[in-house]
């Protein structure tokens, strides 16, 4: 199973939706437009409009209306990646310099600003109101959850509910989200609404658990940055808080110090990432991500069988069996 076949229902529409999504970003700005046609060339997996047009799908058909939700939760993600490379102070993102280190702070948060608006507009220009709810509530939770990570990097009190509440709120909200959109562009049922937006959050969380154990097994080559990185940027995420907690107290609270100011060599991170992989913290954050995959796939139960509840079901799956 791969990307390629989940997508296979709503093949045509993200086809389409790539001429319709770079139609809406022509500016009379020629810095804009240089910026905006640089952006594009780092165009990722587009899993945000290909789970808006499969909940789209999965309620009925894939309409303008589903063009115009993954419009905006597409420029909303795109905002927020090129402002965390700003908070992050990233150089690099998808292999190409990022905005801020190839221009500089000022122009990035300034572009991000500006497809973060065009995103807004497009939902107010269309009068799809309940798009902007959606968003906007997303926006909130990820700012907050942005905000409680940063917090807790600054202490060792952080804990797995903690760990949970950050990429509920950074991770899972814009991923529900997309979800509920889709079920809003096609149907005015508030079950479906509600089954989906479930699927999405879960899926979300599922997704960041994954994304953090590959932080500890994959070769920087497949995911793009390197092995550890978390570690190096102060983040304890579950594989680490299952071991730490494993381990005498007095002993857990020496690694998070030593991580969380910033003082551990690479040697050390090494060591610390066996250490983690030996204990079974990925084991661990592996069975977690699987249990929250198997409740996403739950709330589909109250759909018919079609090839977009299929691809869902698959996508539940390739959150947690992907390399990258």
Known sequence: MTLNDIIK??????????????????TKVPLLNLIIKYVAQRKGKQLRPVLVFLSAKICGEVNQRSYVGASLVELLHTATLIHDDVVDEASERRGLASINAKWNNKIAVLIGDFLLSKGLLAAVDNEEFEFLQAVSVAVKRMSEGELLSIDKSRGTSIDEETYFRIIRDKTASLLSSCCKIGALSATNNPAQHEALSEYGENIGIAFQ???????????????????????????????????LSKLEEK????IKNRILKGKMTKGEIVE????????GGIDYAEKIAKEYVDKAKSYLEIFPESPAKTSLLQFADFVILRTS
């Open 272 to 279: 610390l990432i066996e250490q983690v992989v030996q204990i």
């Open 9 to 26: 229902p709503v093949k045509d529409d993200l086809k389409e939706f790539s001429e319709y999504f770079k139609s809406t970003l022509n």
């Open 251 to 254: 002993d857990a609270e020496k």
């Open 209 to 243: 658990i994954k994304d953090d154990m590959l932080d500890y097994t994959s070769r920087s080559v497949l995911i793009g940055k390197p092995v550890g990185n978390d570690i190096k940027e102060k983040k304890i995420t579950l594989p680490l808080l299952y071991s």
